[in-house]
């Protein structure tokens, strides 16, 4: 019989409380179906067999950690405000004759219940929704998924024993909570008001600087290497000014508004400023919150719509064209002209092999080949200090320059120019920079005079896939002797000081297709081996790009970058809402009572609705306003991030960012009227 009682009080609760647990289970639900969604999309067989699939696997598998963290420390926070309504309930249970342990008993049925419910139905829904999620997936990666319907096992149960383990948690943390509370805190826990933070204007200050070093730190970056170092600190330094400035600041906002005798003494400010202003506390960090999860949706949304949306401008501007050969020299003999062209010749339709037979090949169009010296070097006395061994170990200085010289021959070539040089001097091109000075010098031997500094130089996709480091082109009249000084001499790891290679790149009838771009790359690989067997030691090695291979792969990075954001997307832009959803009912059963009392002194209900009103342009859009801010001034900072990713078009990450904050702050109006609705409907009900 009281099992049957214990179990009874527990569903009539959740079912008089529908309006604060029907959104909590909700909630849970949505965070328990995208665990599932992700692991099931981790796991998916044809993924494995796709080149760049373990990128997306693991993007996958860190969006299940992120969901992991962010559902527990969400749970939480709003499991508190559950308690907190409910805690006058149980201090009525305590004081008509139940003891802690009968509460104790109610609230494992309650949390049964909910448990259930939030587990289940994500699940549920999980399944059901898999194969649509995998086929917006796979459609968004240009991969077949088939229609064959799957339930993955393991996905299940990792998401049945992570969740059950956040709830059993949360069901510890409230029997604690009641426990240590006497049936007199119990009833009156959830009217306990918030007293004003002491020493806000020191605080707000503080929060001011904060803020202010992070939008510094941010706005200052000119590398993508120095983007990734200051990122996390500028991140964190930005979230603790943002709480300080919503608690704090909030509160000196009020008191400013208090002593404003024309805007405080009027019926729609005056009550909705003066209860604000002894809940700030609370108040503060739940507008902080939102406005935190508000910026990473903005931020996650901007970049990845942008790195999808230009994948294709960022691998047409890698590989010009659709066969991208770099052949690597081993000393600066393999450079010299009459052995590139060689290869040249090798690569023609008809040419004959070293063994006497002629080669098929498709016919080539839009040929372009250059030879080229690239090195490594550290700022040093006003020019650089070649340093190969910090390169090529992987440990590149954010100060460093990788640094390409050219031939004058190429280069009137490729440009369609007569430029001409003395045997001193050369052409300077730094990209998204100038150079600004008269001489060019490298410490390990070599100086030229700078005649000129370019405007423009040739398309590379040397200069994409190095978009992260600062690039520079040298254009020299000899480029053997240049060669010659660099290439044939060794650092501390026996590595070269400087790279000879020979790059040609061309177009070829069918090329946009995968088999015919193979097929081409192995004949051309064929023929640089055969070379270099007879040529001994000259060649390195070969590196062959296809483009249509490589825009695979990066649609498999920047699609499931994408996909991964839209779905922590959803799950921040829902915690978003409930925080407003739950802040507008705790502060709208507070000020119940007050309204009450103005109601009966002649207060209408068109004056509560204006009062309301003034709450919400008061302080309830200033989350969207600092988000707004936190993502301009994180701009630059978040665009050195992206040309790690390849990213190579400003203006569009610029309109995607703008649209994004566009459609958000709609929406965010929109959730915010909804439930300005409820706190209305709370309010003007006091009276009767």
């Not at 949304?301 to 691998?315: K, N």
């Not at 090798?346 to 090195?375: D, F, H, L």
């Amino acid at each position: 019989m009281k099992l049957h009682l214990y179990r009874r009080l527990a569903a009539e609760g959740i079912r008089k409380n529908r309006r604060l647990y029907l959104p909590y289970m909700m909630a849970g639900s949505v965070m328990v179906m995208i665990h599932y969604l992700l692991h099931f999309l981790e796991s998916s067989p044809i993924i494995d067999e796709v080149r760049g699939g373990d990128f997306v696997q693991l993007f996958m598998g860190l969006g299940g950690v992120v969901i992991r963290f962010f559902a527990l420390l969400f749970l939480f926070y709003t499991n508190s405000f559950l308690i907190r309504q409910r805690s006058r309930e149980f201090g009525l249970y305590n004081v008509l004759g139940m003891d802690k342990r009968n509460l104790t008993r109610i609230m494992i049925w309650e949390s049964v219940i909910s448990t259930a419910i939030s587990i289940g139905g994500g699940l549920l829904f999980g399944i059901l929704f898999s194969k649509l999620a995998e086929l917006g997936f796979f459609y968004i990666l240009e991969l077949d998924a088939g229609y064959a319907m799957s339930v993955s096992v393991r996905s299940l149960a990792l998401t049945l024993r992570f969740f059950l383990e956040i709830y059993l948690f949360l069901l510890i943390c409230t029997i604690w909570r009641v426990w240590r509370l006497n049936p007199l805190e119990l009833l009156q826990s959830s009217q306990v008001g918030e007293k004003p933070p002491k020493a806000q204007r020191l605080t707000a200050l503080f929060g001011f600087l904060l803020l202010g070093s992070a939008y510094y730190l941010a706005v200052t970056i000119k590398e993508p290497l120095q983007a990734i170092m200051v990122f996390v600190a500028a991140v964190l330094m930005v979230i603790a000014a943002t709480y300080i400035l919503f608690i704090a600041g909030s509160v000196t906002l009020c008191r400013l508004l208090q002593k404003n005798r024309r805007y405080y003494y009027k019926p729609n400010h005056f009550v909705s400023v003066s209860s604000m202003v002894y809940r700030m506390k609370r108040n503060g960090a739940g507008l902080a919150s939102i406005c935190i999860l508000s910026t990473m949706i903005l931020v996650m949304l901007s970049c990845t719509v942008a790195l999808y949306v230009g994948d294709e401008t960022s691998i047409r501007d890698r590989f010009p064209r659709q066969i991208d050969m770099d052949v690597e020299m081993n000393g600066s003999e393999g450079l010299k002209r009459e052995f590139t062209d060689q290869l040249e010749d090798a690569m023609n339709p008809g040419a004959v092999s070293p063994e006497g037979k002629e080669t098929a090949a498709p016919v080539r169009q839009n040929i372009r080949t250059y030879r080229k010296v690239e090195t490594y070097g550290l700022p040093l006395d006003g020019g650089y200090s070649i340093d190969m061994d910090r390169w090529v170990m992987g440990a590149a200085d954010p100060t460093g320059r990788v640094i390409q010289f050219f031939s004058l021959e190429d280069f009137n070539e490729l440009m369609g120019t007569d430029a001409d040089l003395a045997d001193d001097e050369c052409l300077v091109y730094c990209y998204g920079e100038k150079y600004g000075r008269d001489t060019f010098a490298i410490a390990e031997g070599g100086s030229w005079r700078v005649k000129a500094e370019l405007d423009d130089f040739f398309e590379s996709g040397f200069r994409s896939e190095l978009s992260a480091m600062s690039l520079m082109d040298v254009v020299v009249k000899d480029l053997d002797a240049a060669a010659g000084a660099f290439c044939d001499r060794l650092g501390k790891n026996g590595q070269p000081w400087a790279y000879p290679e020979w790059i040609c790149e061309y177009d070829i009838d069918g090329g946009n297709d995968e088999e015919t771009a193979r097929a081409e790359a192995s004949r051309a690989g064929d023929a640089i081996e055969q070379i270099r067997l007879a040529a001994g030691a000259k060649i390195r090695g070969a590196d062959i790009n296809m483009r249509v291979v490589e825009r695979r792969y990066s649609l498999m990075m920047d699609g499931g970058l994408l996909f991964l954001g839209l779905l922590l997307s959803i799950v921040f832009v829902i915690a978003s809402v409930l925080i407003i959803y739950y802040k507008q009912i705790s502060e709208g059963y507070e000020d119940q009572a007050r309204f009450g009392i103005m109601q009966s002194v002649g207060m209408t209900k068109r004056e509560i609705r204006k009062s309301i009103n003034s709450q919400i342009l008061t302080v309830f859009f200033l989350p969207l306003i600092f988000a707004g801010i936190h993502l301009m001034f994180a701009f630059p900072l978040l665009w050195q991030l992206l040309r790690l990713f390849g990213s190579v078009d400003l203006p569009l990450f610029v309109r995607m960012a703008q649209l994004c904050f566009l459609l958000y702050g709609v929406c965010y109006a929109a959730v915010y009227k909804l439930t300005a609705g409820v706190y209305y409907g709370i309010v003007s009900g006091a009276k009767e």
